[in-house]
């Protein structure tokens, strides 16, 4: 669950609800917009300024001065001579010329933008937060024109006194900025060159109350295929509808301010919650997206687009490498960090079970990072996905324990409609798994379940990372484990809490009658949420084994003669009340 507060958690099960919805989109990106980075020859040695424009703002390491004062250690470090070190290191643009006493510097450091036109809302310039350093004194020169050479306005900062300085330009009505020059005069630090992290013109908006016409975001962590799940991949989704009554969002309207930026892959941050009594409203975020195409219409009032999470974009990245001996925890970490060369700002988690299986050598010939781990899963039952903080999970996959407290009650009062349903194809009481190789076959089967359920044989082949019998046998055993009886998965359609999360536990009815009440545990592996002013949530959950509670009830009522008979049959306590 999210953490929220007590006003929230009474705010969602209220009769009279107050949903709310805010949506944050940053209309800009560095590498999409195409932004190139002149420095004019003010250039350390080794130096990365293309990533000023990157949006990433901290800097993992102390990155030495090569001055003959500099001594390395844990935290003072030679930063990444490579390219491709550079993908994984921010660093930012570093200048040539030493501050002099008291920081200043005889001739102004300064570094170029150059871009597609865009209007100019806001403006940061971020230094080196790992040696908290910064520029004390400069000028953000903003040109427009084609021709980038018309001064549209010049901002002038003396005394500045923070790593990141931001400044709102709104007022100054910019709407077609196609160059930035940032010169700098003083540095926080005498004999030291600038370290500039990011120098840029974010443009992010956050559309709340009626802008916002339509939201729903849609989570899994499994894919329902009708058939038991061998490895689950799967990326989440975002639908957005903004209010477009004054065409604002229109391609082709040039007075419009977001002109030129309405495109694909812009990220998208939703987030749900509730007003509370006090009049202020406490949101729970919802996931990390990148927009698809927006679709527009003269005749309709609002522009829509789909977006995805950071699943999606990872089939569209490839990797070629051989992992030889490695576990598969040691594989998920290598394809990750190969997808970092792609995406700078990627964070990722591995599950420390996955070093329970280990691959003679796992062999990826220029395939998307998305199919590489979806091996991995597949050698491992696991799931991977992105969770609401964008950071991927790959992770095995746990049926949760029935002595865990729940993390919500979900009772009749809070659903329309409940459906329970019963698949027999997942069951599976005989089981069998190849080898990639095909010479190599573990079988092994449940007696049981087959005198309950018949034969149900299930199998597994063609997998590229299933190469010997130990990792076959550790398939076996837990296919068997876990489908050898027939599971009770639950769908609800209820009223939606949005600080539940994929994997939290839920309590809720299986049967209820006059005189019979089952109640079990789930755990969360769908959820999609509709917002439209109202809110409603459609959850999938799988029945945790073992905490199904029956309860036996009989009431007899004879005016003052009464008594009250409740059996529970999981602790085998029975009461009378007179």
Same mark, same amino acid.
């Given at each position: 669950?999210?953490?929220?507060?007590?006003?929230?958690?009474?705010?969602?099960?209220?009769?009279?609800?107050?949903?709310?919805?805010?949506?944050?989109?940053?209309?800009?990106? /560095?590498?999409?917009?195409?932004?190139?980075?002149?420095?004019?020859?003010?250039?350390?040695?080794?130096?990365?300024?293309?990533?000023?424009?990157?949006?990433?703002?901290?800097?993992?390491?102390?990155?030495?001065?090569?001055?003959?004062?500099?001594?390395?250690?844990?935290?003072?470090?030679?930063?990444?001579?490579?390219?491709?070190?550079?993908?994984?290191?921010?660093?930012?643009?570093?200048?040539?010329?030493?501050?002099?006493?008291?920081?200043?510097?005889?001739?102004?450091?300064?570094?170029?933008?150059?871009?597609?036109?865009?209007?100019?809302?806001?403006?940061?310039?971020?230094?080196?937060?790992?040696?908290?350093?910064?520029?004390?004194?400069?000028?953000?020169?903003? &040109?427009?024109?084609?021709?980038?050479?018309?001064?549209? &306005?010049?901002?002038?900062?003396? /005394?500045?006194?923070?790593?990141?300085?931001?400044?709102?330009?709104?007022?100054?009505?910019?709407?077609?900025?196609?160059?930035?020059?940032?010169?700098?005069?003083?540095?926080?630090?005498?004999?030291?060159?600038?370290?500039?992290?990011?120098?840029?013109?974010?443009?992010?908006?956050?559309?709340?109350?009626?802008?916002?016409?339509?939201?729903?975001?849609?989570?899994?962590?499994?894919?329902?295929?009708?058939?038991?799940?061998?490895?689950?991949?799967?990326?989440?989704?975002?639908?957005?509808?903004l209010e477009n009554i004054t065409n604002r969002f229109f391609p082709g309207n040039?007075?419009?301010?977001?002109?030129?930026?309405?495109?694909?892959?812009?990220?998208?941050?939703?987030?749900?919650?509730?007003?509370?009594?006090?009049?202020?409203?406490?949101?729970?975020?919802? /996931?990390?997206?990148?927009?698809?195409?927006?679709?527009?219409?003269?005749?309709?009032?609002?522009?829509?687009?789909?977006?995805?999470?950071?699943?999606?974009?990872?089939?569209?990245?490839?990797i070629t490498a051989t992992y030889t001996g490695y576990t598969l925890e040691q594989?998920?970490?290598?394809?990750?960090?190969?997808?970092?060369?792609?995406?700078?700002?990627?964070?990722?988690?591995?599950?420390?079970?996955?070093?329970?299986?280990?691959?003679?050598?796992?062999?990826?010939?220029?395939?998307?990072?998305?199919?590489?781990?979806?091996?991995?899963?597949?050698?491992?039952?696991?799931?991977? &996905?992105?969770?609401?903080?964008?950071?991927?999970?790959?992770?095995?996959?746990?049926?949760?324990?029935?002595?865990?407290?729940?993390?919500?009650?979900?009772?009749?009062?809070? &659903?329309?409609?409940?459906?329970?349903?019963?698949?027999?194809?997942?069951?599976?009481?005989?089981?069998?798994?190849?080898?990639?190789?095909?010479?190599?076959?573990?079988?092994?089967?449940?007696?049981?379940?087959?005198?309950?359920?018949?034969?149900?044989?299930?199998?597994?082949?063609?997998?590229?990372?299933?190469?010997?019998?130990?990792?076959?046998?550790?398939?076996?055993?837990?296919?068997?484990?876990?489908?050898?009886?027939?599971?009770?998965?639950?769908?609800?359609?209820?009223?939606?809490?949005?600080?539940?999360?994929?994997?939290?536990?839920?309590?809720?009815?299986?049967?209820k009658d006059d005189s019979l009440e089952v109640t079990g545990k789930f755990k969360?592996?769908?959820?999609?949420?509709?917002?439209?002013?109202?809110?409603?949530?459609?959850?999938?959950?799988?029945?945790?084994?073992?905490?199904?509670?029956?309860?036996?009830?009989?009431?007899?009522?004879?005016?003052?003669?009464?008594?009250?008979?409740?059996?529970?049959?999981?602790?085998?306590?029975?009461?009378?009340?007179?």
């Amino acid at each position: 669950m999210q953490t929220v507060s007590a006003d929230f958690t009474a705010a969602a099960t209220a009769t009279i609800r107050k949903p709310r919805a805010r949506v944050t989109v940053t209309w800009t990106d /560095g590498y999409i917009d195409n932004v190139e980075a002149i420095t004019g020859g003010q250039e350390n040695y080794t130096n990365w300024p293309d990533q000023v424009v990157n949006g990433i703002e901290t800097v993992p390491h102390k990155w030495a001065h090569l001055d003959g004062t500099t001594q390395l250690s844990e935290d003072v470090r030679l930063m990444p001579g490579t390219a491709a070190g550079a993908l994984l290191y921010e660093v930012g643009w570093w200048g040539t010329d030493e501050s002099g006493a008291g920081g200043s510097f005889a001739t102004p450091q300064t570094i170029d933008l150059r871009f597609q036109p865009r209007p100019m809302l806001t403006l940061r310039v971020v230094g080196d937060d790992a040696w908290d350093e910064y520029p004390v004194d400069f000028t953000v020169q903003i &040109y427009t024109g084609a021709g980038m050479s018309t001064l549209a &306005y010049t901002q002038t900062v003396t /005394g500045n006194s923070s790593v990141t300085y931001t400044a709102d330009l709104s007022a100054q009505n910019i709407l077609d900025c196609t160059r930035m020059v940032l010169s700098i005069t003083k540095w926080s630090a005498a004999s030291r060159v600038v370290k500039i992290v990011e120098f840029n013109a974010p443009i992010t908006i956050t559309y709340d109350g009626a802008d916002i016409m339509g939201l729903g975001v849609t989570e899994e962590s499994e894919v329902k295929t009708g058939t038991i799940p061998t490895g689950n991949i799967s990326a989440n989704e975002c639908y957005l509808e903004l209010e477009n009554i004054t065409n604002r969002f229109f391609p082709g309207n040039t007075n419009a301010v977001l002109y030129n930026l309405v495109k694909k892959n812009r990220k998208i941050e939703p987030e749900l919650g509730f007003e509370l009594p006090d009049g202020s409203i406490e949101y729970v975020p919802m /996931g990390v997206f990148w927009s698809g195409d927006w679709e527009t219409s003269e005749l309709g009032t609002s522009a829509n687009t789909t977006a995805r999470d950071r699943m999606e974009r990872l089939r569209k990245t490839y990797i070629t490498a051989t992992y030889t001996g490695y576990t598969l925890e040691q594989i998920a970490n290598a394809v990750l960090a190969d997808a970092v060369l792609y995406m700078p700002d990627l964070e990722y988690n591995v599950d420390s079970g996955l070093s329970a299986y280990t691959i003679p050598s796992a062999e990826f010939d220029n395939v998307t990072h998305f199919e590489a781990l979806k091996q991995v899963t597949e050698a491992c039952l696991g799931r991977c &996905y992105a969770d609401r903080s964008g950071i991927v999970q790959v992770l095995l996959t746990s049926f949760g324990d029935p002595d865990v407290t729940e993390d919500l009650e979900i009772t009749r009062s809070m &659903y329309f409609q409940r459906v329970q349903p019963a698949n027999s194809e997942e069951v599976a009481n005989v089981v069998s798994v190849t080898t990639a190789d095909e010479l190599t076959t573990v079988l092994d089967e449940d007696p049981t379940s087959i005198k309950i359920y018949g034969r149900q044989e299930f199998t597994i082949k063609d997998r590229p990372l299933i190469q010997n019998s130990t990792v076959a046998q550790l398939i076996v055993d837990e296919l068997l484990a876990s489908y050898k009886d027939k599971g009770k998965d639950t769908e609800l359609d209820w009223r939606g809490n949005p600080a539940l999360e994929l994997d939290d536990i839920i309590k809720t009815i299986i049967y209820k009658d006059d005189s019979l009440e089952v109640t079990g545990k789930f755990k969360a592996f769908m959820q999609s949420f509709t917002f439209d002013g109202t809110l409603r949530c459609s959850l999938k959950a799988r029945i945790v084994p073992g905490s199904e509670t029956d309860t036996i009830q009989n009431v007899y009522d004879a005016g003052e003669d009464a008594w009250q008979n409740t059996w529970d049959t999981s602790d085998d306590a029975i009461q009378n009340n007179w």
